[in-house]
């Protein structure tokens, strides 16, 4: 197994979501900021390399094109590279990254609302999926955070996609560790619920066909 | 342990194997809970990010890359933003006179100071967290403000009665024309200091800095103005704070929207 300093940055890309803030230590991200802050092109390169993906990941999850997750993740990194001052050294860098990139959604968000009261929408995109792939017993992911409220998608996402521990999720946030967990609570509740209700409807089904 | 229990271990279980030995005996016997594990730690694939967007950012990014110097540690930007609010409130106090502070018994000098002080405090901290984006909060920035005014609000209930003073608003007014210009200048000089960070919400960050400003005219007023009814303490006196938070968000909601409109 490769060792995460001794991955090239093509191989980073290819690290999926739960590995990826295994492929780069805290300590790592901490120094590569600290040396894009001082204007080192392969520190700054090695972080939009390693960190996009993940990043794109969470900007797409409210936007219904790719076009328009691509554009945020643009906007997202100009903004962070004008904010690298603000980042302290020895500060965790991922809570510093996913609130800047927080916002860039959230303005993405109202801008999208603002402009689809103006307009009528010229073509149909295709719909999410709404129920499970077929042979799977569980629905999808994505699917199942349709069913919780935008305060709290984003706090299970955070936690159980980007592997954001409590304290970093509430920093993101600008909440504090106890709202986030009262959030995440009530997300469990609702999501409990609603995987019960699919394996009723999944037994009578089988029921039926049966 | 029961299905409530585990929801407050969930956020850190990567399976059952994970979990503490009685959460995941539950687990173990719980088909609800099962589910709910199973379907949370499925998680979301990364998706390949397409081989444009990268390279582009890369040379947006790097092109003409140059240094950006750290911004110094919180604790000078707090320091700063109470050096501004002490130095101003002496400044009115001496302007304007201190025929209140002879009056008040000691507790009543206790009391004001500390409430004062405490949520001038609060205040500070949070509108330097607002400089620096990913910062750890105590309290919801939000909040802060509407939590400050109302912790004053109940503590000056606490001190001082209704009284009958003779005209509440030609009394008053002067009050609060004179709290006004103590804030006005505090918020300029706070806004130059907070500008050297990163407001992700200007909106937030305008409420916080207007209040903070408005406090000091508070402030300024307490020491002030012998005027000891409730009500005018209140409403002539609180009030400017309450207009420094009010102008505070109108000016931030105007700069959010400036913001969103020259990213559009």
């Given at each position: 197994m490769h060792r995460a300093s001794e991955l090239s940055n093509d191989e980073r890309m290819e690290i999926t979501g739960a590995q990826h803030a295994a492929a780069y230590s805290q300590q790592e991200l901490q120094d590569f900021m600290v040396r894009y802050q001082a204007a080192d092109p392969d520190a700054a390169r090695a972080l939009i390399r390693n960190l996009s993906p993940a990043l794109f990941r969470f900007l797409s999850s409210q936007v219904s094109t790719r076009n328009e997750a691509e554009d945020l993740l643009q906007e997202a990194w100009l903004r962070i590279h004008k904010a690298r001052h603000t980042y302290r050294p020895g500060e965790p860098v991922l809570p510093w990254l996913y609130a800047i990139a927080r916002h860039v959604r959230v303005d993405g968000y109202r801008r999208r609302q603002r402009i689809a009261q103006r307009e009528v929408a010229a073509e149909v995109l295709p719909e999410r999926r709404t129920s499970e792939p077929a042979g799977s017993q569980l629905p999808d992911f994505e699917v199942l955070m349709s069913y919780l409220p935008d305060n709290q998608r984003e706090v299970v996402t955070l936690l159980k996609?980007?592997?954001?521990?409590l304290e970093e999720v509430a920093r993101v946030t600008a909440s504090t560790v106890g709202s986030v967990k009262q959030k995440a609570h009530r997300a469990y509740k609702r999501l409990r619920e609603v995987l019960t209700q699919e394996q009723a409807a999944g037994n009578t089904a089988s029921g039926e066909s049966a | 342990m029961n299905c409530s229990d585990l929801d407050f271990l969930l956020?850190?279980?990567?399976g059952v194997d994970t979990l503490p030995a009685g959460a995941g005996a539950h687990v173990r016997t719980c088909r609800r809970c099962q589910a709910l594990v199973a379907a949370l730690n499925q998680g979301a694939p990364l998706p390949s990010v397409p081989g444009e967007p990268v390279p582009a950012i890369e040379d947006r990014l790097l092109h003409n890359l140059k240094p950006a110097h750290a911004l110094p540690p919180k604790k000078f930007f707090f320091a700063a933003f109470l050096l501004i609010f002490v130095v101003l409130m002496a400044l009115g106090i001496a302007h304007l006179g201190a025929f209140a502070w002879a009056e008040l018994n000691l507790m009543r000098r206790i009391m004001i100071c500390a409430s004062l002080g405490a949520s001038a405090a609060l205040l500070a901290y949070s509108m330097v967290q607002q400089m620096f984006p990913g910062s750890r909060r105590i309290v919801s920035p939000a909040l802060l403000p509407v939590g400050a005014f109302v912790f004053l609000t109940l503590m000056l209930a606490a001190l001082f009665e209704v009284g009958h003073s003779g005209h509440f608003i030609r009394d008053g007014m002067p009050c609060f024309e004179a709290g006004i210009p103590y804030a006005v200048p505090a918020a300029i000089l706070f806004w130059l200091i907070l500008r050297r960070g990163a407001m992700l919400s200007p909106r937030v960050t305008g409420v916080i800095c207007g209040a903070l400003a408005g406090l000091i005219g508070v402030s300024v007023l307490e020491v002030h103005c012998s005027n000891f009814d409730l009500r005018h303490i209140l409403v002539w006196h609180l009030g400017v704070g309450v207009a420094g938070a009010l102008a505070g968000l109108a000016i931030g909601s105007v700069g959010e929207l400036m913001v969103r409109r020259r990213s559009a």
């Open positions: 996609v980007e592997g954001l521990s | 956020h850190r279980a990567a």
